[in-house]
């Protein structure tokens, strides 16, 4: 019978392997044979939960269980945010170290960290003693303890993103309605701004600013990762002059930015001239509307010309005018930018008539009602149009007059150059001596 030398081998450095290992096992009655050290407790996060800007004073509790005293034991604590991925201090992540040289045995130690709450969220501290296992101790299970507490508040911007590589750009060039405007004309300005950033952006405000003071603001809103949205602001100027106007994105430093530079627009000048401000008293009317025939044929070229006048005391901007027949849709619109009081302006449109009918045209103005003006019920007039329809009779009449007019044109020409046979051709003019 052939014997497994490798094997019998294997067998007893097993067996001494398990003899080492019982030999060394531990049981609650060897208090006397190592350590045992556990962390013990922690106060001061009983009761109410903290608040934003709050801060408490945590105390951590550790001991020694045993008869025997440990050398050189370090104790980790670490303060997580459960409600994000990162660990930076901005979202209330903490962490920090204790050592002690000495650890008695039967002994207990605290020690405070004091915490301020800066992230409204849910978090955990978890304590570890002999965080890098150097000592040898009889149970190493307890050796670990955690707690969950919450700090309530507002969750701000700022605190959201902090940490997340945002950037915020606005556009350079500002988009204007007029550089010289009468006094107390709405101006539109409009600009863009973009969110240079991965993860969509909210919570920001952008300002206008005028000779460098802030005159209006708006929110933002959400912008989305990479993409950009587009800002208008209205502002009327009350006296004559030159006014400088910017704009500033992100202009309380509501959102922690990578680049906080490239916020602010280039610089405007609005020369503001004499005008009537602020009376009150708008309104702007339909003073004539006139077809150029009241009857015709289909096809036949018709045209409206209509005149709208401010009569009001304000001056009026971005005024809606359509003609159209009643109840239908408008045949022609047109924004009349400006309109000065005592000022008017004449539109001159073609009608379409290939259809035949009796329509009833209007021209009117402000069909949305934007302008709140002193008098409503002169905003609208109307002309009217009879659209015959084409017969054949018609037709064959209309093709004999043209063929009657296309002989008399060449008759004419005809008779205009037999006028001029044995006339003399005319010499060129001889220059005087």
């Given at each position: 019978m052939k014997i497994n030398k490798f094997g019998i081998f294997s067998f007893f450095i097993m067996a001494f392997l398990f003899f080492c290992l019982a030999s060394v096992a531990f049981t609650a009655d060897d208090r006397d044979k190592a350590p045992d050290l556990f962390a013990s407790n922690i106060y001061g996060l009983e009761g109410n939960n903290l608040t934003i800007g709050e801060t408490r004073t945590i105390v951590?509790?550790?001991?020694?269980?045993?008869?025997?005293?440990?050398?050189?034991?370090?104790?980790?604590?670490?303060?997580?945010?459960?409600?994000?991925?990162?660990?930076?201090?901005?979202?209330?992540?903490?962490?920090?170290?204790?050592?002690?040289?000495?650890?008695?045995?039967?002994?207990?130690?605290?020690?405070?960290?004091?915490?301020?709450?800066?992230?409204?969220?849910?978090?955990?501290?978890?304590?570890?003693?002999?965080?890098?296992?150097?000592?040898?101790?009889?149970?190493?299970?307890?050796?670990?303890?955690?707690?969950?507490?919450?700090?309530?508040?507002?969750?701000?911007?700022?605190?959201?993103?902090?940490?997340?590589?945002?950037?915020?750009?606005?556009?350079?060039?500002?988009n204007?309605?007029?550089?010289?405007?009468?006094?107390?004309f709405s101006i539109n300005f409009k600009t863009k701004v973009l969110n240079n950033s991965n993860i969509e952006v909210w919570g920001a405000h952008i300002d206008m600013l005028v000779?460098?003071?802030?005159?209006?603001?708006?929110?933002?809103?959400?912008?989305?990762?990479?993409?950009?949205?587009?800002?208008?602001?209205?502002?009327?100027?009350?006296?004559?002059?030159?006014?400088?106007?910017?704009?500033?994105?992100?202009?309380?430093?509501?959102?922690?930015?990578?680049?906080?530079?490239?916020?602010?627009?280039?610089?405007?000048?609005?020369?503001?001239?004499?005008?009537?401000?602020?009376?009150?008293?708008?309104?702007?009317?339909?003073?004539?509307?006139?077809?150029?025939?009241?009857?015709?044929?289909?096809?036949?070229?018709?045209?409206?010309?209509?005149?709208?006048?401010?009569?009001?005391?304000?001056?009026?901007?971005?005024?809606?005018?359509?003609i159209g027949p009643a109840e239908a849709r408008p045949v022609a619109a047109k924004v009349i930018p400006v309109l000065d009081p005592g000022k008017e302006e004449k539109i001159n449109v073609a009608i379409p008539t290939l259809i035949a009918g009796d329509y009833a045209y209007e021209a009117r103005l402000d069909g949305k009602n934007v302008i709140k003006e002193d008098n409503e019920e002169n905003n609208v007039r109307t002309a009217y149009l009879q659209v015959e329809k084409i017969t054949r009779e018609h037709a064959r009449a209309q093709a004999a007059n043209v063929a009657i007019e296309k002989i008399s044109q060449a008759i004419d020409a005809f008779s205009r150059w037999l006028g001029g046979l044995g006339k003399p051709k005319p010499q060129p003019e001889q220059p005087k001596p």
């Open positions: 951590i509790e550790v001991g020694n269980f045993n008869l025997v005293a440990a050398k050189h034991v370090k104790v980790k604590y670490q303060i997580d945010n459960l409600a994000v991925e990162d660990t930076i201090p901005e979202h209330g992540f903490i962490k920090g170290e204790k050592a002690f040289a000495d650890f008695p045995k039967e002994a207990r130690f605290n020690f405070s960290v004091d915490y301020k709450a800066v992230y409204p969220a849910s978090f955990r501290i978890g304590v570890w003693v002999d965080s890098n296992d150097t000592v040898w101790e009889t149970e190493e299970n307890n050796n670990y303890m955690e707690k969950i507490f919450t700090v309530e508040g507002e969750l701000t911007p700022a605190m959201f993103f902090a940490g997340k590589d945002i950037d915020l750009r606005i556009e350079k060039k500002i204007f309605s007029n550089l010289e405007p009468p006094v107390g000779n460098d003071e802030t005159v209006d603001s708006q929110e933002l809103g959400t912008i989305a990762a990479s993409n950009q949205k587009e800002i208008v602001f209205s502002y009327a100027f009350p006296t004559t002059g030159t006014y400088k106007v910017k704009f500033i994105a992100d202009s309380r430093n509501e959102i922690p930015e990578r680049d906080e530079k490239n916020n602010t627009t280039d610089t405007v000048n609005v020369n503001v001239k004499s005008g009537v401000f602020g009376t009150g008293h708008k309104d702007v009317a339909v003073t004539s509307f006139t077809l150029s025939k009241n009857y015709c044929m289909q096809g036949e070229k018709v045209t409206a010309e209509a005149t709208v006048k401010n009569i009001g005391q304000d001056t009026l901007n971005l005024i809606l005018f359509t």
